[in-house]
């Protein structure tokens, strides 16, 4: 199989499946807040990096034949049913335009992780140590982008968003 399949029902979630929920929704998914001083480099490393991955799929293909391939397909498709969840969540917030239900009750970024969680499938999918190396390093741009972001909301919406961050972790639920 060629592993353009594993990104076709990635932009059909992201692009088709927001827009047809809401298309103000997709605008505001392809925002990104202004970046300060770091957070401009790591916007640029987040754009290569998830460039790369992406067209890196292009030119693999994808064979279902041992343990980690079993593996990477299960962690593929439980990123993919966490990202259309968290694009429905996304797709319809509060009338303040805070998300805070759904997957936003567990993570402030569920988008972002479910994203993770697909390109970590990908990568046992094709077992490429490369691609696991570029995903590291844009995971690490994200950490920085998501910085720039909470600036953002905080700026945007108050106090409300920082009871918000006290009650929800970045990534995973605060215990």
Same mark, same amino acid.
């Given at each position: 199989?060629?592993?353009?399949?594993?990104?076709?029902?990635i932009?059909?979630?992201?692009?088709?499946?927001?827009?047809?929920?809401?298309?103000?929704?997709?605008?505001?998914?392809?925002?990104?807040?202004?970046?300060?001083?770091?957070?401009?480099?790591?916007?640029?490393?987040?754009?290569? /990096?998830? /460039?790369?991955?992406?067209?890196?799929?292009?030119?693999?293909?994808?064979?279902?034949?041992? /343990?980690?391939?079993?593996?990477?397909?299960?962690?593929?498709?439980?990123?993919?049913?966490?990202?259309?969840?968290?694009i429905?969540?996304f797709?319809?917030?509060k009338?303040?335009?805070?998300?805070?239900?759904?997957?936003?009750?567990?993570?402030?970024?569920?988008?972002?992780?479910?994203?993770?969680?697909?390109?970590?499938?990908?990568?046992?999918?094709?077992?490429?140590? /490369?691609?696991?190396?570029?995903?590291?390093?844009?995971?690490?741009?994200?950490?920085?982008?998501?910085?720039?972001?909470?600036?953002?909301?905080?700026?945007?919406?108050?106090?409300?968003?920082?009871?918000?961050?006290?009650?929800v972790?970045?990534?995973?639920?605060?215990?």
């Amino acid at each position: 199989m060629n592993g353009i399949f594993l990104i076709i029902p990635i932009l059909l979630i992201r692009f088709g499946l927001l827009s047809i929920i809401n298309k103000e929704a997709l605008k505001r998914a392809a925002y990104f807040p202004p970046c300060e001083g770091k957070e401009k480099v790591a916007f640029w490393v987040y754009q290569i /990096t998830n /460039t790369f991955m992406i067209v890196y799929l292009l030119f693999v293909k994808i064979e279902i034949k041992n /343990t980690w391939s079993y593996l990477g397909l299960s962690v593929y498709l439980l990123g993919l049913v966490l990202y259309v969840i968290s694009i429905i969540d996304f797709a319809k917030p509060k009338e303040n335009r805070i998300n805070l239900k759904g997957l936003y009750k567990i993570s402030r970024n569920p988008m972002y992780v479910a994203y993770f969680i697909y390109f970590i499938g990908c990568g046992l999918l094709i077992n490429s140590l /490369t691609y696991f190396i570029i995903l590291i390093v844009f995971q690490i741009s994200v950490h920085w982008i998501i910085l720039s972001e909470e600036r953002w909301c905080i700026k945007e919406f108050g106090e409300e968003y920082k009871e918000y961050m006290n009650k929800v972790g970045r990534y995973l639920c605060s215990m």
